[in-house]
C-alpha cells in the first residue's frame, strides 16, 4: 500500500464505475476494515476535496466518535431504509449497500447524487480507522495518475 506523499494518506488502488454499475473494492481494504466478512455495508459522502464516498461498517461507526450518526438515523442503524435509498443528515448523504464478494451495486440516482459517472476511476483511501474513502478528485487523485509505481485497478 504506497503513501504518495511523504507523511500523507496510504491508498489501495484504483476502482472503477463499470457500466453495470458494479464496483470493485481492494481486498486489502476490505479486510484492513474487516469488511470480507460484511454483507451490508455503510456508504456516506466524503469530503468536498476528495469527493465519492466513504465506505465502513455499522459495528465500526457505533465504536467511533461517529456514533452519534447511527443514534440519529435509526433507520440507518438498523437498516429499516431500503438498501441504496439515499437520506441526508447534517449536509451529508447516507446510504447502506449490499456487498458480495468484495463489490457492490450502484444506482443512476447514486452516481448523481455523489457527482459519479459510469467509467469514473475511483481512489481507494485509508481515511481513518472509521472508514476508508472512494475519492473522486482532488490532489491524491492526481498523484495516483502520475504515480510511477504500481497501482491495481479493481
Same mark, same amino acid.
Not at 433507520?75 to 431504509?81: P, S, T
Given at each position: 500500500m504506497p503513501q504518495l506523499n511523504k507523511g500523507g494518506k496510504f491508498v489501495y488502488g484504483f476502482s472503477v464505475i463499470n457500466d453495470d454499475l458494479y464496483v470493485n473494492f481492494p481486498p486489502e481494504a476490505l479486510k484492513n476494515y474487516k469488511i470480507e466478512n460484511e454483507d451490508k455495508i455503510i456508504i456516506f459522502q466524503s469530503s468536498k476535496i476528495t469527493g465519492g464516498f466513504c465506505v465502513t461498517t455499522k459495528n465500526l461507526l457505533e $465504536?467511533? %466518535?461517529? +456514533?452519534? #450518526?447511527? @443514534? $440519529?438515523?435509526?433507520?440507518?442503524? $438498523?437498516?429499516? !431504509? %431500503?438498501?441504496? @435509498?439515499? #437520506? %441526508? &443528515?447534517? +449536509? %451529508? !448523504? &447516507?446510504?447502506?449497500l449490499n456487498i458480495y464478494d468484495g463489490k457492490i451495486k450502484l444506482t443512476e440516482e447514486f452516481l448523481k447524487a455523489f457527482e459519479l459517472k459510469k467509467g469514473m476511476k475511483l481512489l481507494a483511501i485509508k481515511s481513518s480507522d472509521i472508514a476508508f474513502a472512494m475519492g473522486a478528485k482532488g490532489i491524491l487523485l492526481e498523484r495516483a495518475n502520475e504515480y510511477k509505481g504500481k497501482l491495481n485497478i479493481y
Open positions: $465504536n467511533s %466518535k461517529l +456514533n452519534g #450518526i447511527l @443514534e $440519529n438515523l435509526p433507520k440507518l442503524k $438498523n437498516f429499516e !431504509i %431500503k438498501s441504496k @435509498e439515499l #437520506i %441526508k &443528515y447534517k +449536509n %451529508k !448523504i &447516507y446510504t447502506w
